[in-house]
């Protein structure tokens, strides 16, 4: 059965993992055209393809009809590739002006007000687009900054942290309040009513 690429949200890298798993080598990179192509008549609907795709980019129809669904979808799309590189809750690290380091922690909580530190590592970022801008989220708090800093393997149980990726909410030079867990963006009522 067919495979789809949601050419709006693919970042066209020529290391994607649809290449790397497809047993027939129906996913290939298009040098001249920059993009990804899939050649569906060497398809065989292993769907390994799909899996790979952190973003979801790569839709695996079992029927025609179902193509025809996913087709329609990328259609209505709103999304484009520019929206890959905006810096989200849990996501990857875009803008490296908000980054603190672990070792300055405890300095930046004690001098902060009105401000939201994001810990995180690398095992815990999750989908660009699926997190929630950290804009949006500032915009839909009383906070006025917004931190990230990867900790790595330590223990942050001091701060009430007891999964990561984290919220502290620092206000008056100390933590006054916990969110713990990943938050996609159909979630974010649940994270902003969290912030007031």
Not at 47 to 53: R, S, W
Not at 69 to 83: G, N, Q, T
Not at 98 to 108: A, G, H, P, S, Y
Not at 146 to 167: I, Q, T, W
């Amino acid at each position: 059965m067919p495979v789809i690429i949601n050419h709006k949200i693919c970042d066209q890298a020529n290391a994607c993992g649809g290449i790397g798993v497809c047993p027939v080598g129906a996913f290939a990179y298009n040098d001249k055209k920059k993009k990804i192509e899939i050649d569906n008549n060497k398809c065989i609907s292993c769907g390994a393809c799909e899996k790979t795709c952190p973003i979801g980019a790569i839709g695996f129809a079992k029927t025609w009809e179902e193509y025809e669904e996913l087709k329609r979808a990328i259609d209505e799309d709103p999304r484009c590739s520019e929206d890959l590189f905006v810096d989200r809750f849990g996501g990857d690290i875009i803008n490296e002006d908000v980054l603190i380091d672990f070792e300055d922690l405890d300095k930046v909580v004690s001098q902060s007000d009105k401000v939201l530190i994001e810990l995180f590592n690398d095992d815990s970022i999750m989908c660009l687009l699926k997190s929630i801008p950290y804009h949006a989220i500032l915009a839909n708090s009383n906070y006025t900054k917004y931190f990230r800093c990867n900790v790595g393997n330590a223990d942050v149980s001091k701060y009430g942290v007891n999964e990561l990726p984290s919220l502290l909410l620092c206000n008056g030079g100390k933590v006054t309040k916990v969110v713990n867990g990943y938050f996609e963006e159909k979630d974010s009522k649940k994270l902003f009513a969290q912030l007031k």
